[in-house]
């Protein structure tokens, strides 16, 4: 029931901290370490090469989930989305691993690989928000997101909990395989710290709905940019405010710009910067100082620690490995805003279906 809310997709916003507390409670214990099948930990800790399958937002979810896995388990991982890899089949290591990512566990791309999996008898994970769903049932092992029922077309809890679980995952395997950084990771205590930070975003969502009314609501396209890690949430970000607002918008990696898509830039364009990663901060701010150069409305999604004084989003600090489930959620909220403004129905966006059953 969505209760006093307008619209599911802002009440699934809305519980995200909750599904993080929920999911560190489940899946971690008094001490913080995680509690995943020893089974699951053995077929994974065999695997040369982790291949992650996904298609739209889990897509993305993977896209992290292969930052966290290689930083804390060494294991060379692969993203792929499931619709390409099911007719493209990339070359398998000697022992590979499948990692399926899909909120209703439906998804007949998806599937569609599961089922070539098995038939080469190759052991298979499906990370899930729905017990006993096709995919679930048909890979050896399952994870459950239990992020609630997810009702709104654009998928929002599913993602963070998916990159959450995949922490879990990832640190569970590293200290399995007695990696150092996977040990020393407090996944505990930085899944509070991301329940409070995503409790204090939401809390400013008026500021949102301000912005989306100021600079997103006439805006024929939007960009938003970053690199490594925040070039994954770009795209995710930008896959938001497309399906429901329908404001044509594409995540890039920042460093791409100048080499083709700045072209695209007109007086008012905004043009959404995510930095999180002090490595190459000054670089995506450097990119998005050449957009503005050419007419765009820059604005940005920092953590605190990388702010200065005229950024727009400041989400506080996290594990360099976590910020994806903070630097979504203005993303979240702004393509709801922006839907909303618009008089759309944002749950149920034109052309769309939640479950997508045929390839
Ligand atoms: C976007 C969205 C879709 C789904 C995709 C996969 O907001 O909801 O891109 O993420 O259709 O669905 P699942 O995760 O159910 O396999």
Avoid: C
Wanted: net charge negative; no cysteine.
């Amino acid at each position: 029931e969505k209760g006093v809310y307008p619209y599911y997709m802002l009440k699934e916003i809305d519980e995200q901290p909750n599904v993080m507390r929920k999911l560190s409670k489940k899946y971690l214990d008094e001490n913080g370490t995680p509690v995943i099948d020893e089974k699951l930990l053995d077929v994974m800790k065999n695997s040369d090469r982790i291949y992650i399958v996904g298609a739209g937002t889990s897509y993305h979810a993977g896209l992290v989930g292969k930052k966290q896995l290689e930083t804390l388990t060494g294991i060379p991982t692969e993203v792929h989305v499931a619709s390409e890899f099911a007719y493209e089949k990339p070359i398998f290591s000697k022992k590979p691993f499948f990692l399926f990512l899909s909120q209703s566990g439906e998804t007949a791309d998806s599937r569609q690989v599961l089922v070539n999996v098995n038939k080469d008898h190759y052991p298979s994970l499906t990370i899930t928000n729905v017990a006993n769903s096709t995919l679930s049932r048909e890979s050896d092992f399952t994870l459950l997101l239990d992020a609630g029922p997810e009702i709104s077309v654009a998928s929002t809890k599913a993602y963070t909990a998916q990159i959450a679980l995949e922490a879990i995952l990832a640190k569970a395997l590293g200290e399995h395989l007695g990696d150092q950084r996977a040990q020393d990771f407090d996944l505990k205590a930085q899944l509070s710290l991301v329940a409070q930070g995503m409790q204090t975003i939401v809390d400013e969502k008026d500021k949102i709905d301000e912005i989306s009314q100021d600079y997103f609501v006439n805006a024929t396209q939007a960009f938003y940019i970053g690199r490594g890690i925040d070039y994954t949430v770009s795209l995710e970000a930008a896959l938001k405010l497309k399906e429901i607002s329908y404001v044509h918008s594409e995540g890039f990696a920042s460093g791409e710009l100048k080499h083709g898509t700045i072209a695209l830039i007109e007086d008012g364009t905004p043009v959404i910067g995510i930095i999180t990663q002090g490595f190459t901060a000054g670089l995506t701010r450097s990119n998005l100082m050449e957009t503005a150069a050419r007419g765009a409305k820059t604005l940005t999604i920092v953590r605190k620690s990388l702010a200065q004084d005229d950024d727009t989003f400041v989400i506080p600090d996290v594990d360099e490995l976590l910020t994806p489930l903070l630097s979504v959620i203005p993303a979240q909220l702004l393509a709801y805003y922006t839907s909303l403004n618009k008089g759309l129905n944002v749950d149920l966006p034109r052309n769309l279906a939640k479950s997508v059953t045929v390839e």
